[in-house]
């Protein structure tokens, strides 16, 4: 159970980051969870899931505003 505090907490903190525009931060912190989260729980879980759509929107911002 404390390793799945942990990585809520860990999402938490991504999570905080992004919404407060610290994108770079955030991907720095959930990129590594998510990897975590696909070995241990599979890519269907819905905290994968969750975290796999916020690095979607992450990479949307990184690569710069739509033209």
Not at 33 to 49: A, I, K, R, S, Y
């Amino acid at each position: 159970m404390d390793d799945l505090l942990t990585m809520t907490r860990v999402r938490d903190i991504g999570m905080l980051l992004l919404a407060q525009g610290q994108a770079v931060e955030a991907h720095r912190i959930l990129r590594p969870l998510h990897d975590d989260l696909c070995l241990v729980f599979g890519p269907g879980d819905e905290m994968t899931e969750g975290i796999g759509e916020a690095l979607a929107l992450i990479g949307l911002d990184l690569d710069g505003p739509a033209t």
